[in-house]
Nanobody, 130 residues
Framework: EVQVVQSGGGLVQAGGSLKVSCAAS?????????TGWFRQVPGKEREGVAC????????YYVDFVKGRFTITSDKVKKTVYLQMNSVKPQETAVYYC??????????????????????WGQGTQVTVSS
């Protein structure tokens, strides 16, 4: 059984940095899965932030985080990290990570389709103070 567990998050000042982690257990070394990060504020649609296909470390980013956020993977620990730098108050949200069983389907903006992901973490609040 696949389980996705998040850690990190919290309060950070605008312009600061924060790192969140996502451990996905239950996948085997031959699974071509991907892990994505999403965020959501009340009343708004969940939006994609970044994604990584663990087998080849192919990464995807939404435009407004490019150059500031970095998604990486530690295959041994089966953990994906999202390093967030130069954060902005409007990025305050609940951040979710999710695992997609078949990372081979990733193309174009498909990774942003949050409904396609199979397993979800519990969510973690990130608050950016101004």
């Amino acid at each position: 059984e696949v389980q996705v567990v998040q850690s990190g998050g919290g309060l950070v000042q605008a312009g600061g940095s924060l790192k969140v982690s996502c451990a996905a257990s239950g996948f085997t070394s031959s699974d071509d899965y991907a892990t994505g990060w999403f965020r959501q504020v009340p009343g708004k649609e969940r939006e994609g932030v970044a994604c990584i296909r663990v087998s080849d470390n192919r990464t995807y980013y939404v435009d407004f985080v490019k150059g500031r956020f970095t998604i990486t993977s530690d295959k041994v620990k089966k953990t994906v990290y999202l390093q967030m730098n130069s954060v902005k108050p409007q990025e305050t949200a609940v951040y979710y990570c999710a695992a997609l069983r078949d990372g081979g389907v990733l193309y174009g903006s498909y990774w942003m389709q949050w409904r396609e992901y199979d397993y979800w973490g519990q969510g973690t609040q990130v608050t950016v103070s101004s």
